[in-house]
């Protein structure tokens, strides 16, 4: 456990500091790389917590798929520099005060729970089998079929926009 | 902690990642000796008996090559990219099955490293991530060629690798898991590349992009990029980005043999033979290996053969035919898998082929009419 706590710490450190980091870069390249950053870390908390899916699945997803496409735009657009940002007179209390609902949410949720249950402890060992893969697509595909059908139809429309809004225009060129 | 454990992991990581780095050495050797060979040349054969220490020269040559910065690079980004091009493909053979297991002193020790039971997701992550250091040198360089460089091998890998998904996707369904130990074991009474043939060559090719190799080599098209994503880096750190280049294909060529040509297993007519892996365990490697060397010597094969492809057809070539023909394999599979008619597989997956094949033809010959 000790070292699990150890792992904890060290990657918990990272993964604020890499959000830090992509936060306050000025430049647009640089977050995008620590985001990355603080993607794989958190997929190696689900690594820790003994979901092997989950954290594979989130590299290859949003490490993987999502970012290289970020970081293709802002290198194609050529926008890495941010300039001087004009600040909104009214961001910054409503940033607050959502900040201060979402601490006190997450404070609440922590103190509520029982303190029984560890939110570090990884779930019994029969989630680890080849079995429980093929459990989880059974129900995916059973009992939440219409959220993943609706879910495919999501993306079918956007992938459908994509197309129309890059498609030539007839009698153009 | 078990220490005969710890030694045990401790022994076969440093296996694996020696073996990729003297592989990566005498992959450059076998390349430059087949090419001559192909282009009725002798090759390198001064240093040591046929060339042997040829890799040992260059390597030694690499290390004391002046190294050069460039004043205007991003140098945390600059220095990161090689390492992050490094490593993934390194860790990603981590999942890659040698063979069974055999017993040592009362232990029995297992010839694979990591035995995990989402291994084929594992390979599609590392996979995903391996593209950073290419994307992260062409940026960090500051320099167009570089640039466009990273920009191309971005575009390319996204594109192809849907299309390797899905072809990991028709391992998965014919092997029915997602250990790789599993989907080697269960081409033990016949390879998926048997069954399925146009999934395996069209893994394969697409491999070949994923790694940047002839001729989906873009990135480091030199007629157009001078070297591409590497044009700015020398010495040593240039040596990294050549050395991840070739254990790539080391690697992905270790992945179609272990999803497609049955791995570590033998022969599917030699099962029940003294030749069969199941009575001796050391035939396990000897297996893999084989067939990693002539999954090689294919791709080496073609670089010698096939010119470099246009970018704006190689784009196409990855949505507008490998990603349909991918889905309709996908479909085919699924459908063999429920009726157990394995030969219905077959039978569909060449017959898309060829429509593919069909349909290529009839788009090249249209624009060069059109251009005529």
């Known amino acids: 456990m000790t070292l699990d706590l150890i792992l904890f710490l060290v990657l918990a450190v990272i993964a604020v500091a890499s959000a830090l980091g992509m936060l306050l870069s000025r430049n647009a390249v640089y977050s995008a790389l620590f985001l990355v950053l603080n993607f794989v870390t958190v997929a190696a908390f689900y690594l820790l917590l003994g979901a092997p899916l989950i954290a594979m699945t989130q590299v290859t997803v949003y490490a993987g798929a999502i970012m290289v496409l970020f970081l293709f735009v802002i290198m194609l657009l050529g926008a890495e520099q941010l300039g001087p940002t004009g600040v909104l007179p009214w961001q910054r209390p409503l940033a607050i005060v959502l900040a201060l609902m979402l601490i006190i949410e997450i404070g609440y949720l922590l103190i509520a729970r029982s303190p029984a249950v560890s939110l570090l402890s990884p779930p019994p060992s029969a989630v680890n089998t080849t079995d429980f893969l093929r459990q989880m697509g059974e129900m995916l595909f059973n009992e939440y079929l219409l959220p993943f059908e609706v879910t495919s139809i999501l993306l079918l429309v956007a992938m459908v926009g994509a197309i129309v809004l890059t498609k030539p225009e007839k009698g153009g060129r | ?372």
């Open chain 2, 1 to 372: 902690m078990d220490w005969a454990l710890f030694w045990e992991w401790l022994i076969k990581s440093l296996v694996v990642i020696f073996t990729l780095l003297g592989g990566f050495a005498y992959l450059t050797l076998y390349e430059r000796r087949l090419l001559a060979r192909i282009q009725v040349r002798i090759g390198p054969n001064r240093a040591g008996p046929q060339g042997l220490l040829q890799p040992i020269a260059d390597a030694v040559k690499l290390i004391f090559k002046e190294e050069l910065t460039p004043a205007r690079v991003y140098r945390a980004v600059f220095f990161l990219a090689p390492v992050v091009t490094m490593v993934p493909s390194i860790v990603i053979a981590a999942v890659i099955p040698w063979g069974t297991s055999f017993t040592l002193g009362g232990r029995t020790i297992t010839l694979y490293l990591a035995d995990i039971n989402v291994g084929v997701l594992y390979l599609m992550s590392v996979a995903s991530i391996a593209v950073y250091g290419i994307v992260m040198a062409g940026w960090s360089s500051n320099n167009k060629y570089a640039m466009l460089g990273g920009l191309r091998s971005s575009a390319q890998m996204i594109s192809y690798e849907l299309t390797l998904g899905l072809m990991f996707v028709v391992a998965i369904l014919m092997g029915n898991s997602m250990r790789m130990i599993d989907i080697v074991e269960a081409q033990g009474e016949m390879w998926f590349g048997v069954i399925q043939p146009i999934g395996f060559l069209l893994l394969f090719l697409t491999t070949l992009a994923e790694v940047n190799r002839h001729p989906f080599d873009m990135p480091e098209a030199e007629q157009e990029l001078t070297a591409g994503y590497h044009t700015e880096y020398s010495g040593m750190k240039f040596a990294l980005f050549f050395m991840a280049e070739y254990q790539k294909m080391i690697v992905v060529s270790m992945i179609g043999a272990s999803l497609f040509l049955g791995g570590y297993r033998e022969f599917w007519f030699l099962r029940d033979t003294f030749l069969s892996v199941d009575r001796a365990w050391f035939l396990g490697p000897v297996y893999l290996f084989a067939k990693v060397i002539v999954l090689l010597g294919v791709m080496i094969w073609v670089r010698a053969t096939w010119p470099r492809i246009r970018y704006d057809r190689l784009m196409a070539l990855g949505w507008k035919i490998f990603l349909p023909l991918s889905l309709y394999l996908v479909f085919v599979t699924a459908i063999g898998i429920i009726l157990e008619a394995y030969w219905l597989i077959t039978l569909l997956s060449v017959l898309g082929g060829l429509v593919a094949v069909a349909v290529i033809y009839v788009d090249l010959r249209r624009k060069y009419y059109a251009r005529a």
